[in-house]
């Protein structure tokens, strides 16, 4: 392996495969499994979901590349590496206060993430003592009305104790993994889970396929309407895309210093923004026909995965078994993110601190289960605790939402938006031109979206984030222009 860095030797993917199958687990997740979906449902389906594949491929992607490239050539945790290319290339070690805040911005994603997995491990609770209950081939909550069944929410997030609880097995489990190193763990769950993911996905799918609601849910995910295409439904593309691709976070940068110098990053970027692609389409055609043929409309947000679809599993043929089903293959998704999201604070503490992998990892979580209980208690006993509610944007969030927001909304487009400048404008030309691997024309066309169309949408979201109100204003006169 390259040399080593600070106290630590590296570590590295015992393969190509390894790292892609990584590099796809953190990319699939939640994100596309809930917010995909309920975006698409929000945002005028077929406009939005082309708009989406747009700005994988002209801002997802060139930004993976560059996050990836950086790691590789860094071959550290993400700040030294910033520092180590900047330094290089003539510019100032300074850039690594964006890994830094990557860093910061990844703790605070697990811190939150975690506690929706634990919800996650909730409802396989509920799905798993259904099918012990009442036999796999009923529907699931047989006997229990809509309302009962929509009040599982309600009375899981106001459980505190439980949500807690939840929310540190999932930490655990995801410490598990992380502490076991590079190859011995992180890549171990991907290679195992991602596989039984993809299996889930594509047997459900086939499942709802039966239920004859296809034809309106390819309808409703792609029929292109241009006029439906407005300002906003660009920025939710936008802000989808990168969260989509764990981008702003360091996440790919710590997980390229893991990658040797024989992988291609731009093919092997490719890759991966295309299984990330193709996971939250078929996650669409997956959820909605089982929605559709249960005779329900999708709703936006959370609900759609937790109250929505357990409606629509409590009306369908083998609806404990599949809800069982359905609900592991999202903690599978969500376990894999969650390791990446703890390696990039974890990594940082050995290179930063110097301590060993077990003890950096125990520190993230101990940290991680801090704040996570927090985010737990905001939906019960917290509710009304609002600490940042002085300021506009966060107004009325409790801790969970305000954390989901304070990273969706400013850190991680902030992060995505200064990695695209540094490597468009500090990084030197001949580092980019040998670590790419892209040729010519293609290498010119990567070069000059990060450097002017990236920022420029990246700067736009992170502006409509903040002042959404104007933003909307200045669309609509646009529009009326
Ligand atoms: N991409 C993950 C998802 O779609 C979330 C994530 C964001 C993971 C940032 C790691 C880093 O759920």
Redesign the pocket.
């Known amino acids: 392996m390259v040399a080593s860095t600070g106290t630590t030797a590296r570590e590295g993917w015992s393969s190509r495969s390894a790292f892609v199958l990584a590099a796809i687990g953190?990319?699939?997740?939640?994100?596309?499994l809930v917010?995909f979906p309920a975006e698409a449902g929000a945002n005028g389906g077929g406009a939005f979901v082309l708009f989406y594949i747009f700005c994988v491929v002209l801002i997802g992607l060139p930004v993976l590349l560059s996050e990836v490239l950086i790691g590789r050539h860094g071959q550290a945790a993400a700040p030294l590496s910033f520092r180590r290319i900047a330094e290089e290339s003539g510019g100032s070690g300074a850039w690594s206060i964006v890994a830094s805040l990557g860093v910061f911005s990844?703790f605070l994603?697990l811190s939150f993430?975690c506690v929706l997995g634990g919800w996650v491990l909730y409802y396989i609770g509920l799905f798993g003592a259904d099918v012990f209950l009442s036999g796999p081939a009923s529907g699931a909550f047989a006997g229990s009305s809509f309302e009962e069944v929509d009040a599982l929410f309600g009375a899981m997030v106001s459980d505190g104790l439980s949500t807690s609880l939840l929310d540190i097995v999932f930490l655990a489990i995801t410490f598990l993994f992380v502490a076991r190193g590079v190859s011995g763990g992180i890549e171990k769950v991907a290679v195992y889970l991602m596989p039984a993911f993809f299996f889930l996905l594509l047997a459900i799918t086939i499942y709802g396929m039966f239920g004859g609601a296809m034809a309106r849910t390819v309808d409703y995910l792609f029929t292109f309407e241009p006029e439906k295409l407005t300002g906003e439904v660009m920025l939710a593309a936008v802000g989808q895309a990168f969260?989509?691709?764990?981008?702003?976070?360091a996440?790919m940068v710590t997980y390229g210093a893991y990658v040797g110098r024989d992988v291609n990053l731009a093919s092997t970027s490719g890759v991966i923004a295309g299984a990330?692609t193709a996971v939250a389409l078929i996650a669409g055609l997956c959820i909605f026909p089982i929605v559709f043929a249960a005779g329900l409309e999708p709703s936006g947000g959370l609900g759609l995965m937790f109250q929505t679809l357990p409606h629509a599993f409590s009306d369908l043929p083998f609806g404990t078994l599949i809800g069982l089903a359905f609900f592991v293959m999202v903690a599978f998704?969500?376990l894999t993110?969650?390791v990446?999201?703890m390696e990039a604070p974890t990594s940082w503490a050995m290179d930063r601190l110097g301590l060993a992998r077990p003890v950096a990892a125990m520190l993230v979580t101990g940290a991680a289960a801090v704040l996570g209980v927090l985010s737990a208690l905001s939906t019960g006993a917290l509710a009304g605790f609002h600490p940042l509610g002085f300021i506009p944007l966060f107004e009325g969030l409790g801790i969970l939402d305000l954390l989901d927001s304070f990273t969706g909304k400013l850190t991680?487009p902030i992060g995505a938006l200064l990695t695209s400048v540094f490597v468009g404008w500090v990084v030197s030309r001949r580092l980019l031109d040998e670590e790419s691997g892209l040729g010519g024309g293609v290498h010119r066309f990567w070069l000059f979206l990060v450097r002017w169309f990236c920022p420029l949408m990246l700067a736009l979201i992170l502006v409509s984030g903040i002042f959404p109100e104007t933003t909307a204003r200045l669309f609509a006169t646009l529009g009326a222009g």
């Open positions: 953190s990319a699939v997740g939640l994100g596309n917010r990844a994603v993430y969260f989509s691709l764990s981008l702003g976070v996440g990330d998704a969500a993110s969650s990446s999201l991680m």
